[in-house]
């Protein structure tokens, strides 16, 4: 008699996990089982808790502070605080939105620390930036925004970032800043203004600030992030 | 408000890029997982007792620790002070903690303990990452003993085979790493090399790939040891009393990433050779160089001054004759250092020797996704770029940057119209990655309710 083997069939899960044990894990653990396993004191599920977020919290940081030496240490800081207050995670299915938030807190802090050391330069010299490898123009553009940006409020700088960097819509924005939408609104307006308003002495940035944008020789058709929400807030505009 | 997001849009992508050249995310994922997990594991541990406690008791702790917390500053202040220097030293509190280090990765990271064994799998490699950022990567069957940690480094000894090693050399605080290998010992600052041990013919092979370490033992290579620098490569064997030191071209391009598996030399793999009757060779005779002194001065200045300046050397020497004499690592550099410049006719010119020179390598799959970057970002031709980055994934399907290059073939795919190609790609991407960077263009692309934005 010959015996019948039942083979289990391979599922997608451990193919991918052969391919990448990283990417299985992140396959199989839900957001509220990785809470449970980080409160639980699991390395492996505090790594894969970075491996799941840290392009999403990197990309933020250098949305709202540019491109900066520091970003490495804000980024480690961020986490840290995460893992040091995920006793407090309520709803597990939201730790994106609870890591946003601490990021965007985070990020704020490390501006208004910034803009104290600078009228300290003369005791801490600031470390070199990072260079953007993108065309001379766009580089330039970027060295002016985060000029400009600057030169703006923590508050301003965090809510213009948000909108018009990291492309969020007016709900994210107000969600990511603990803020009701309409109050998102009326600070991104301001926020707008005093941009525009210290934008125009940067030479690099007119083209985005006035018409015949496309003359600067770009063809993409870049997309407007939650063009929606440009209908609702005409007031800004150059 | 338009123009406003089309800047931001641009800003954006200009961030990503510099960012994508980054490794910060790696290093700091290495200190959360070998360092400040275990200590907030221990705040958690020592935490528990007490929220366990009923509220009226944790009141009552937190009120005798209080009191307990002013009779010891009432203490302090009052008594006289007495000047120690050698308890000042010895303070725990002030003192840095040693570096702690996990053994593994994925499901099956473990803390790491000084002094025990850790051996790789006879099929695959073991990576060990310190709370710095460092790395040891051991080959298949390699053994090692990671025999003490401290604050600025660690004392690794290296029982047989071939471990990649990699130190991270801090900026805030000194850094100081030995690995040791029988009667051999390496002393690192902040670099990376091959190491390769064994022990039956004590032989130790290094191959430099950056920074400089240097080497002593067996009184072959002198009091103060061998300096080694990059692109060098040092065998010596005490049973033949014999060693060399050359140039790494030979064998660069088989080792020229972090996700190229160290292997033993051929040299080592086989039984050692019996003892020549014949004088031994000096050290000072043994000494060769394959690589003209030209094209090393390139890669001098592509290390240390600015990328323009190292295009210029190259061009120079002769561009093209430059990119045939660079071992692969270092053709990428200098493709990366054009890159840097702006000239990218030269970055894909140095690309494209590259892929010739090195085909089947680590460093022609990394020159194809390089290409696919310049493609896309560049010159926006997404039909070229989806074709490099698909020729990095044929050739390197789950290389390190295979997740990023799925990525972007799904991009360049989906922008150049080519539909049923972008939706193969992300089904392919959201089977191994479904929680990655482009995950939610793939799930986008995938469906087939859904169209795709342009």
Redesign the interface.
Known sequence: MTAVQKTKPETRTSIVRELHPRAARNAVVTDALLVAEIRNGSTAAAGTFFDRYARHVERLIWSLLGPEPEAEDVLHEIFVRALEGIESVEDPSRLKSWLTGITVHTAREWIRRRTRRRWLRFVDELPEPPTPSASEEVNEATRCTYDVLSSMSADDRVFFSLRFIEGMELSEVALACDVSVSTAKRRLKDAEKHFLARARRHGALLPWLEEGRWAIGRTSKAAVPGSDVAADHDGGEA | ???????????????????A??D??S???A???AR???R??TE??RRDPVSALHPNARFALVAALTLAAAIALTVFFAWPPKHDVHAAAATPATAEPPLSF?VG???????GTAGLFIAAPSTGQMPITFSDGSTLRLAPAARLRVAEVAPEGARVLVESGAVHVSVIHATTRETRWAVEAGPFEIRVTGTKFDVVYEPASTGLVVRMEEGSVFVRGCGLLGDEGRRLVAGERLEVSCTDRAMTVSAADADADANDNENAEPTPPAALAAPAPAPSPSPPPTPSTAATSTRSPDAARVIGRALKATPSEALAAAEANGFDATCEALAGPELLLLADAA??A?RFERATEALAIARRRFAGSDTAATAAFELGRIAM??R?DLTAAGDHFETYLRER??GSLAREALGRAIEARSRAGDKARAERLAVRYL?????G?HAKLARKLSSPDTEP??
């Open positions: 408000m338009r123009r406003l997001a089309e800047l931001g849009k641009e800003v954006s992508s200009s961030l990503e890029e510099a960012r050249k980054g910060a995310a290093r700091v994922r200190k959360l997982v400040e997990v275990p907030l594991r958690w541990q996990v990765e994925g499901q099956r990271e473990e803390h890159r840097y702006g970002d560049i926006r399907p789950t089977a191994a990655y479904p929680d960077p934005r342009p």
